[in-house]
């Protein structure tokens, strides 16, 4: 669709009118701040439109219809569904006095047992969506039947945590410094105008702090937006303001930095428009590639069934966008090349949680111990892909539907992306040596597919890749990318740092200190393994010595197999030198020369965090003392860092769920891999970060009988397309 | 070049004769092995002229002439100073009585300061070239000087260990057992057909067997061809011949396999060709894809000036390839962005050993410990690349020039390939959230440059990437292929493996059992940041506590900087819970803002060997005792595990040369990596495995003042091409 409909964008007007006047309007705020004519009540953007208008520049876009019929069990939420469901909750009587802020709203999905039972032309499972509501400073947990209308299940939250925040209180709680004669005086000290002043709203994670103990709190900081669209390279460093998220109003105010500078604008800019005059007077960049493009004259391969169903070449998988998780595959499912038959890997893949502690213990640092997906939304800040250059031509682009903190819904377009990726690797090969008399030649160029989504959480990109192979293997890469959060300081050289200073990351330029900081990207992997009876096995690769004079060798290595029996057996922290490989099998499903149907988790590069246990930040996301886990299946056990993510205390996590060391052999489970970096910021990442990118694997092992690609035809020249530059031919 | 000359084609006709008549004619051979009409002495096949025919099928390719002129110091000797090499070592007095068999010939590079010194246009440094020779049984070490036609230099070698093999002493090896009665009883047995019989030459080892200490010598095994090309899947499991390498005469011979099946020929054949006709009676393979390609209508980016020296983008460097290394990149240098300047990054680079343990202390297996390069040669076992296939559309094809053992050059061609990959990713990206209030939408698409080749060993495939992108980093990638080295096994199905049976590895197919084993890939990188003067930093992130009171955080993590002093201070182990970076930089080459310029380099996914310290394959390959080495540069410490590594004994290694502790700090310095994975074979590895993919990087860091590609520019629609399929339209 081209956007949201007129019913529909004036709904979505309401929703993102607090914020979207709050910047476009901040220049005019400021001074006077009481003017009433200045609130623009009047004022409704279609906020959609200037993406849209974006988008004919680089490319076309093919989105799928934000589909208003449900083809699926697992399909999300359509625009319908979820004003009903608004309508339903509103007039819910505990709500009916006062709207309750809707947190999330979305798909309750079907029992397991009902999605796998369910086949393509069956009628489908109720409808049902899950709703998180905050009324009076207390969440609530609601279960919505479309069907009936009726609110199904309800329970209020006894535990520690909240919802993740919502766009407009995000939005709200950056308005709240301006009314703060301390914010202005400190702004005034500064010498930087207010009307380029813009603020960005910080979760305050959980410390204990008294002040921040009754309530829902989120801390405020600020930047300069002069000469630049990079103001998070210009930090007005010191000032951080501790607002109340429901009262909208300041706890606390703190301005610590009133000595340091304001970094530079200069070199800090880079939009193409505006880079391309060079105003920061850099030199010459290299010289312009000539273009290269991944063609598909015909098209690609893939097909997508009602917008979510997911068919390429042997793999079969439900594709969806989720406001927490961002992206989230499902049914999993590839084609034996000897059978025919369609068998299941997984029934759901996800990001759990995502975990960014900063390095810094100064009152402005201390408490950024991020947990984006929790507190923020991986979804939510997803912003539509850049055709041609977030993806490659050929994608096909999917929306995402979400609703608002007033149950209104909103399209996310061009949320996520699907390609076909040929990067001119060899999915097998063998040349025979001329020794054997044979002269052999054969090679298989590789072809995947790509399911991807970038989130934006302010600063940084995270850029999520699924990728599906014909031989298999799926990986799950992350790619980093956006901006550093960085530090103002009073120097503009190392060799100016006082011994006395406390570094907490190197000068990446003049007054600017890149804060040293981890990532920990936890996925949810409920493995199927050919039906959902499965086990976690422990393949450990240990030395064994030879009986003295049995043999020339000393010693050899050995791997032997041990089955996990309950949670405890399964809490793994990878080690180089005491190695195992890790597999998920299905214990009943034999191959033909009887090893067990499996797959393997296969680490790549990856980081631990090394925080105190017991240090609040580490404690909340406990989940990442190990790198794997597995957990019997449990549908309340999506999220590793627990559903109420927001100051809560750490008592939900995965790591609290194992602790009950349930058993986990030949039952339904699921596997957890936390993928780690840390990150030591260098020059390279100023004024915005080169991607880094960071993947694991999970690798078929003893699924298929033999290599399932082993039929894979070449590449012939009569194949390949004839291209010409419009331009240039 | 289209192939040798007629009258090179005359010499290389001499040194293949040997073994390409063995397997040719071998069918016809026995019985009987004494008819003398059948030693076919006048049989002079091309080499190469079956690739070449080969080639046009699959694509047309565009090599590079394999210059008849030298342009570059670093340029490899030409066919003309090969043959003229050849001729001086000849008539050499020492030699004069009879001719020594030549194990390696290549460019003796000049002195490094001569090589950063030239500049293009100066008179080119002497030629020299670096022989090593077998004469009665000593290995000669000869520097040949190509301007006065002289012996410049010669050594014989007092240590322990031999050059690596050439091919036609490993095919005159796999002629010996066909003289043996023994042999023939045991084909007989086995009820094989002499003429299904192939044969293959595995490196002994050492192991201080008696029998193998005076001399050189190699093991024999053999397979059986029938009914398939994959002769490697039907072992004749439990012979092994050992031969000696120069009298060519049987030491051993082994048969411990009497009752092991030889496993079926069904279902091993890969031959796109042989497999289609599907009379392996497997399933339907998956859905064929549509056409996808890498299409550059105005060609790649890059030039190769005079056959060798690459630019590209900001990048340049020299590019040969080398019949031990495969492929040496030298003088890798990139462009500044700043200020136009081409600054150094590394001298040289290569896969310097491969080290392959197998697990299994049997008889026929013990002394499966392949050190690949020093015994077999990269270069020597890397054959011509397929088109389209192992290397896309566009790429450009390098040759191999290599001397045979009697000094007669013979040409590689199409070994090596460099292409431009736009593989679908972004090198940096940033969307701004709504709630600033800028709607900002910016992504790069990532195009790089690779330069591939791809080693058969035998069995095995490995292609070696070195990846370079405009951001300065450089990524060095591994995917192995190929067949396994498989066991026969008397059972079907694993219910049926006794108790007391020693299962090294799993049955992958009926009969068939994959052995453990382990690939270690260790690469010299001589990394000259800026100049050559150069140190080695421990960057080690470690937990700090904070002071009781002083933060509501309790740890936090730190980057503390360590300089290595000398080569003790720089063996590192690689510890995800004891992280640190590894840092080269140029204390003496300081940024704007103060930092040193450096390169780190970021290990990906590893693998530690973990045999005995004191296991004799340990032993010789004890530089992979550790993941992480700096050697101040030494241009004789140029292989990891010994110049002379066939037989060594572990006295000349990189372990043995870090003894000496030498200083490290500000110094020409070269670091070593070495790339492990532990191979546990699954059924998916039969009968060819899927390429599995293992990379390191290099990375700048605070090398360029701030992002070197912020200035790239994005792809619009209008630079891409126009395509279309030549058959649909």
Not at 556 to 585: C, M, N, Q, W
Request: include cysteine; hydrophobic fraction near 35%; aromatic fraction near 10%.
């Amino acid at each position: 669709m081209e956007g949201p409909s007129p019913g529909l964008r004036f709904s979505l007007s309401i929703v993102f009118f607090s914020f979207v006047l709050i910047f476009v309007f901040l220049p005019s705020w400021y001074p006077p701040l009481d003017d009433p004519k200045q609130r623009p009540k009047q004022f409704f953007p279609p906020r959609k439109s200037p993406i849209l208008e974006e988008l004919p520049r680089t490319g076309k876009t093919k989105n799928c219809p934000s589909s208003e019929t449900v083809h699926h069990p697992l399909d999300p939420l359509t625009t319908d569904e979820i004003i009903r469901v608004g309508s339903i909750v509103r007039s819910y009587p505990p709500f009916e006095s006062s709207p309750p802020s809707i947190h999330s709203l979305t798909l309750h999905e079907p029992e397991k047992a009902e999605v796998v039972a369910w086949r393509k032309g069956d009628p489908l499972p109720p409808r049902r969506a899950f709703v998180l509501a905050l009324s009076n400073g207390r969440t609530h947990e609601l279960v919505v039947d479309l069907g009936s209308g009726r609110v199904a299940a309800h329970s209020v939250a006894s535990g520690s945590g909240y919802p993740p925040l919502t766009m407009d209180e995000l939005a709200a709680a950056c308005e709240a410094p301006y009314t703060s004669a301390e914010f202005n005086e400190s702004i005034r000290a500064r010498g930087v105008a207010m009307s380029d002043v813009r603020c960005v709203p910080l979760s305050a994670g959980w410390y204990g702090r008294a002040v921040e103990e009754t309530r829902r709190v989120i801390k405020v900081q600020c930047f300069d937006l002069e000469g630049t669209s990079n103001f998070y390279m210009r930090p007005l460093e010191g000032i951080t303001i501790t607002v109340d998220l429901d009262k909208r109003e300041i706890l606390e105010f703190v301005d610590s930095g009133r000595g340091i500078p304001v970094p530079k604008s200069a070199g800090t800019e880079y939009r193409y428009g505006s880079i391309e005059k060079g105003e920061e007077g850099r030199g010459t960049a290299a010289p312009p590639l000539k273009p290269i493009s991944m063609e598909q004259p015909d098209g690609p391969s893939f097909v997508v069934e009602n917008g979510h169903v997911v068919k390429w070449a042997n793999w079969e998988f439900h594709l969806r966008a989720d406001h927490r998780a961002g992206m989230v595959i499902s049914r999993a499912r590839v084609r034996d090349p000897d059978t025919g038959e369609l068998r299941s890997v997984m029934y759901k893949g996800f990001a759990s949680e995502l975990f960014v502690p900063y390095m810094d213990p100064d009152e402005g640092w201390y408490f950024k111990t991020y947990m984006d997906a929790g507190e923020y939304g991986m979804g939510v800040t997803a912003m539509s892909l850049v055709p041609l250059n977030d993806c490659p031509r050929n994608a096909y682009y999917m929306d995402g539907i979400f609703a608002a903190s007033d149950g209104t819904p909103y399209v996310e377009s061009n949320m996520i992306c699907l390609f076909e990726r040929y990067a001119g690797d060899v999915s097998w090969r063998h040349s025979e040596t001329p020794i054997s008399g044979l002269e052999i030649r054969e090679s298989r160029p590789k072809v995947t597919l790509v399911a991807r989504m970038a989130s934006s959480v302010g600063n940084y990109d995270y850029i999520f890749d699924w990728e599906f192979q014909t031989d298999g293997l799926i990986r799950i890469k992350v790619s980093l990318s956006g901006m550093l959060m960085v530090k103002g300081a009073p120097f503009e050289n190392t060799k100016d740092v006082p011994e006395e200073y406390e570094m907490t990351g190197p000068l990446v330029s003049e007054n600017v200190i890149g804060i040293v900081h981890d990532h920990y990207m936890t996925f949810h992997l409920d493995m199927d393994i050919d039906g959902s009876n499965n086990s976690f096995v422990d393949v450990h690769i240990e030395k064994e010595k030879t009986p003295p004079g049995s043999s020339p060798r000393k010693s050899y290595l050995k791997a032997k197999r041990r089955v996990a029996r309950t949670e405890g057996d399964a809490r793994i922290k990878l080690k180089l030198y005491d190695p195992s490989e890790f597999h998920v099998i299905n214990p009943s499903r034999l191959s033909r020369v009887g090893n067990p149907s499996g797959y393997k988790v296969v680490p790549g590069g990856n980081g631990a965090s090394l925080l105190d246990h017991d240090d609040p930040p580490q404690l909340r996301n406990a989940y990442t003392n190990n790198q794997i886990w597995v957990t019997p299946y449990n549908r309340s056990e999506q999220w590793a860092g627990g559903l109420l993510a927001y100051q809560s205390k750490g008592d939900d996590t995965l790591a609290t769920w194992s602790e009950r060391n349930r058993p986990i052999e030949d039952r339904d489970i699921v596997l957890w891999y936390t993928l780690g970096t840390h990150h030591v910021p260098c020059q390279e990442d100023f004024p915005v970060m080169p991607t880094v990118i960071l993947s694991f694997d999970l690798k078929p092992v003893n699924f298929f009988d033999s290599n399932p690609i082993l039929r894979a035809a070449p590449n012939f020249e009569k194949d390949l397309p004839v291209c010409k530059m419009t331009a240039s031919s």
